[in-house]
């Protein structure tokens, strides 16, 4: 028993030790457990932290590791140490008895709400168990979780949550507040607005300030304008900045919806958008209530900044934009607004009505996106049933004459078989036939005059189209038809009141003319120049050519009255007409007023083209009157002055017959040899061989003859009579115009005689021969045959219709060195001319600019030339400019082809105009001559795509953003054939786009 009472006893007091050490050491943690406490509840969450670690890491006691565990991890949630959620969740697993458990849910999701970090509060409040709750604690929880998630806009777990406290004496009207917020976000006024009542009842008026906006508008959202203007003026002068904004939107639209808008204006005009942005339907608003002030400036100003707009607003307001346009007198801005209405379906009659003005306007001031005719034409397709009809067929007809693209206008009528209308038809074709023909295009423009006199409705139309036709054939050469069709002309009972009558006479005169008809010639030239004439040029060259007839019908009398009449005029061409004076003095044997005159004539025209004739003549007289010294005088002066003369060779051959005949026969080989070695197989070289030969047996010297003709590669004395018959059978086969035998014969004569005594006048034929059957590119050979001879008779016809090969090539390179040559080889002034104006053209299309104005001003120094060539010539110097930067220089270039040019030049003058105003600033000015392009050069439509974006350009310079951005994108939509103007149009779309963007929340970048 002792034993037993021993051991109980020293068990007694062991454990008795034991338990001492224990308490003393519970005690000492208790107590840095209870100091870590008051640290964390001061917020010292740190130190507090570093303290319960301590404790946690001596401690033995779980219910102290698992508190310790706890307020680590909550001092880490609240210190945002990396991993605090990780602790937290720690805490949970591994303390799961832990009455600190739910509390440690809850107090992690109040701190994140507290904080703002409502993402985070939904993650912990989800993990809370409800049931472990007090009602007051469920309360909150409810409400916290429920405003957690309305803040993360997720509506329906929020109003999950907040309805079960919205009877809550502490909630209650919070969670009603949002509850209504988020009904009226929800389109759901009604609801909002009975709960805003109950909060405005049960928060005593805590909530009003926040309410009066949404009140005011849900009023106004819920049609009760009255109370949302009382509602929204009662808040206006408590209300913030953008409260106040806000407000003014919803008093001033109310206003609008009472068709008070007077009353709207002031409180539409004090709205700042949302976020300093109005969009598309604040602009309407204001605009139309402008609209129906009959303030149309103001109302333009807002239904302008309307971009990008593609709604039942947008198609409204371009509607109302136009009628503004309208009231203004802005046609062109008014038909872009029309046309844009016209192509939106959400109001049908807006639709109709947009697309009836559009066409009207399209007819009154022209049409640069579609052809008015084609304008027209759709809308009376879509609408067939329109009370406008009767008008808009009267427009269509009309609209194919004032729009001037007669082109599309043709493809119209000939191919919509609805509208059947001959006298329309036939003056679209006459017109259309007279703009081919000014523009050089001759086939198409008989053609078209053709189709005009197949229609013979208005006898006014069918004379002139008898006329025109005439002139086509005039070009085409076929000049016994041209002379029929001017006859007709002329014995029209309407033709005197033709703008064409007054040229007749001049026009049927040439074409007797070129028929070699001298005597009708000479009559309608003298019928001409009886007629009241203004064109003093045209009359000189009547006067000259009635010279001419006369002359060559040997009636030299009234010839030289025809000359003295061209010179008393002082025109062009003086020197000809002294020329040809002097050459009739000769007929009718008055030799020595025809020597006075030759012999005067170089000092009177030294520059003239006709010198080397007047030596040459005056040689010639020198010769019949025996005076041979003054003839070699003559002769002499003629190759020593003018060496490039074709005359020199013959003015030599005749120098060496005097001699010869003056016994001065070794002289007169010399000469003879000399130009058989300068002029190669000329006729000149085989005159001087043949005169050679008889000089040579006259003076018993054939064997030096026979040993001279042999070194001549041109000259065969064996075959010489087989070369002369084979060359004579193909030339009487030309002459008779059996073309293709000729043709045949020449080629022969060349292959058995390639350098034969008649080479070059073969090469030459064969030349002309695929000439005239438009094998251009066989004639090359031949023509540099005949042109890389020494000159005679077929080099300058050679050179003028080798350079048109190469033009009709466009091998400029090649034409260029050809059009050289003829510029100073040519006798016949009608050649410079040619060669000066495509020299012009060539050097512009090779890209030397310089070289290219050169030439025009050589053009235009040319008092001969007609409008066309002048028109050229500008158009030359004008393009240069703009391609070298000389805009100066190009802008007075582009007014001179204004005043002259017809076509697709003048277009392109018109667009310039336009171009040079818009970059001097005169915006305005610029759109005029933009419509002007529009309404008379529709057909031109590259000019047309560039002008319109040069008129979006004006228009944005002038504030006008809608026009700009219309314009830019009709470009970009209509014109995609010219891909450069279609790129400038985007560029311009994205720069404006940009821009606005800033003011406008309804416009999307570029």
């Not at 409810?142 to 777990?157: C, L, M, P, T, V």
């Not at 700042?272 to 602009?283: A, Q």
């Not at 109709?352 to 009207?360: F, I, M, T």
Request: with cysteine; aromatic share 14%; net charge negative.
């Amino acid at each position: 028993m002792h034993k037993i009472k021993y051991v109980l006893v020293a068990l007694f007091l062991y454990t008795s030790i034991a338990v001492g050490q224990q308490s003393a050491i519970y005690t000492n943690d208790l107590a840095q457990f209870n100091k870590a406490l008051s640290l964390y509840n001061s917020k010292q969450y740190l130190a507090s932290q570093t303290l319960f670690e301590e404790v946690k890491a001596k401690t033995d006691d779980t219910t102290v590791k698992g508190d310790c565990a706890y307020y680590i991890a909550n001092a880490a949630v609240r210190l945002n140490q990396q991993g605090a959620d990780n602790l937290m969740l720690a805490f949970v697993t591994e303390y799961p008895t832990s009455t600190k458990r739910n509390s440690a849910f809850l107090d992690v999701a109040q701190y994140y709400f507290e904080n703002g970090k409502f993402a985070y509060a939904r993650k912990w409040y989800d993990r809370v168990d409800e049931s472990t709750l007090t009602e007051g604690e469920k309360e909150t929880f409810y409400f916290n979780n429920g405003y957690a998630y309305f803040k993360s806009k997720r509506f329906d777990e929020a109003k999950k949550y907040l309805n079960r406290v919205r009877d809550s004496q502490k909630y209650g009207a919070q969670a009603k507040y949002y509850i209504g917020f988020m009904a009226y976000e929800g389109d759901d006024y009604e609801q909002a607005n009975e709960l805003f009542d109950e909060v405005e009842a049960e928060s005593g008026g805590a909530y009003n300030e926040d309410l009066a906006y949404f009140k005011a508008d849900l009023n106004f959202k819920l049609g009760k304008f009255d109370q949302a203007i009382t509602e929204g003026k009662s808040q206006l002068a408590n209300a913030n900045p953008k409260e106040k904004s806000e407000l003014n939107k919803i008093i001033g639209e109310s206003y609008f919806n009472q068709n008070k808008y007077s009353e709207a204006l002031p409180y539409l005009k004090e709205y700042k958008g949302k976020r300093g942005k109005w969009n598309n339907t604040d602009y309407y608003q204001l605009g139309y209530a402008y609209y129906k002030q009959g303030d149309y400036a103001s109302a333009v100003n807002e239904f302008n900044k309307i971009i990008d707009g593609n709604n039942s607003v947008a198609q409204n307001a371009y509607y109302h934009l136009a009628q503004s346009y309208i009231k203004l007198d802005k046609k062109q801005e008014a038909l872009n607004a029309f046309k844009n209405a016209s192509e939106m379906d959400y109001n049908e009659t807006i639709k109709e009505d947009s697309g009836l003005n559009y066409a009207k306007l399209s007819y009154e001031i022209g049409n640069a996106y579609k052809p008015t005719p084609t304008v027209i034409a759709d809308y009376m397709e879509a609408y067939p049933k329109s009370p406008a009809k009767s008008e808009l067929e009267s427009l269509l007809i009309d609209s194919y004459i004032t729009s001037k693209n007669y082109k599309e206008a043709m493809q119209l009528l000939e191919s919509n078989n609805s509208f059947d209308n001959k006298t329309a038809y036939q003056k679209v074709a006459f017109l259309y036939g007279l703009d081919l023909y000014n523009e050089g295009k001759f086939p198409e423009a008989s053609a078209a005059f053709t189709k005009s006199l197949k229609e013979p409705q208005d006898p006014l139309y069918v004379t002139r189209a008898t006329y025109w036709k005439a002139e086509s054939d005039y070009i085409a050469n076929d000049f016994k038809e041209a002379i029929i069709g001017y006859k007709q002309f002329l014995g029209s009972s309407n033709a005197a009141s033709t703008p064409e009558y007054g040229d007749i006479n001049y026009n049927l005169a040439y074409a007797y003319f070129s028929d070699k008809n001298y005597e009708q010639a000479a009559n309608y030239f003298e019928n001409y120049t009886k007629g009241n004439v203004q064109d003093r040029t045209r009359l000189n060259d009547a006067f000259l050519r009635l010279g001419d007839s006369r002359f060559i019908s040997s009636k030299y009398w009234p010839a030289l009255e025809a000359y003295n009449s061209a010179i008393a005029l002082n025109e062009t061409d003086q020197d000809y007409a002294t020329f040809q004076k002097s050459m009739s003095y000769g007929f009718i044997k008055k030799n020595s007023d025809k020597i006075a005159g030759l012999k005067s004539f170089a000092t009177k025209f030294p520059r003239s083209t006709y010198r080397d004739d007047a030596l040459y003549e005056l040689g010639n007289m020198y010769v019949s009157q025996n005076n041979n010294d003054q003839a070699i005088a003559a002769y002499d002066k003629l190759v020593r002055d003018l060496p490039g003369s074709s005359y020199v060779s013959k003015a030599l051959l005749k120098k060496a017959l005097i001699l010869d005949n003056n016994n001065n026969s070794d002289e007169a080989l010399r000469i003879l040899r000399g130009v058989a070695a300068d002029y190669p197989g000329t006729p000149a070289a085989l005159q001087a061989v043949t005169t050679a030969k008889l000089i040579y047996i006259d003076l018993g010297r054939v064997d030096e003859y026979g040993q001279w003709v042999s070194t001549l590669d041109f000259i065969d004395v064996e075959d010489a009579e087989l070369d002369d018959a084979a060359y004579a059978s193909a030339e009487k086969q030309y002459v008779e115009n059996n073309i293709n035998q000729a043709s045949r014969l020449f080629e022969e004569y060349l292959t058995n005689y390639p350098n034969g005594q008649h080479a070059l006048q073969a090469h030459f034929y064969v030349g002309q021969i695929a000439f005239a059957k438009a094998e251009y590119q066989q004639t090359i050979p031949h023509y540099k045959f005949v042109i890389d001879k020494e000159r005679s008779e077929f080099t300058e016809q050679a050179l003028a219709r080798l350079g048109q090969v190469y033009l009709t090539a466009e091998n400029y390179v090649e034409a260029i060195p050809v059009l050289q040559r003829l510029e100073t080889e040519a006798d016949f002034p009608q050649n410079i001319i040619f060669a000066q104006s495509n020299l012009m053209k060539s050097y512009y299309e090779g890209d030397d600019y310089n070289q290219a104005v050169i030439y025009a001003t050589k053009v235009l120094a040319n008092s001969k030339i007609d409008n066309t060539v002048k028109s050229d010539a500008q158009i030359i110097i004008a393009r240069s400019s703009i391609k070298t930067g000389d805009e100066v220089r190009a802008k007075t270039a582009y007014a001179e082809v204004q005043k002259i040019a017809t076509g697709s030049l003048a277009a392109e003058a018109l667009y310039y105009d336009a171009y040079f105003k818009n970059k001097a600033t005169s915006y305005e000015a610029s759109n005029v001559a933009v419509q002007k392009l529009a309404k008379d050069y529709s057909g031109y439509k590259e000019y047309g795509a560039k002008g319109l974006v040069l008129m979006a350009k004006n228009f944005y310079a002038l504030g006008d953003a809608y026009q700009a951005t219309y314009i830019l994108e009709s470009v970009i939509t209509n014109f995609a054939d010219y891909p450069e103007t279609v790129e400038e149009a985007q560029t311009q779309l994205a720069i404006i786009k940009e821009a606005e963007a800033r003011t406008n929340a309804s416009v999307e970048k570029g």
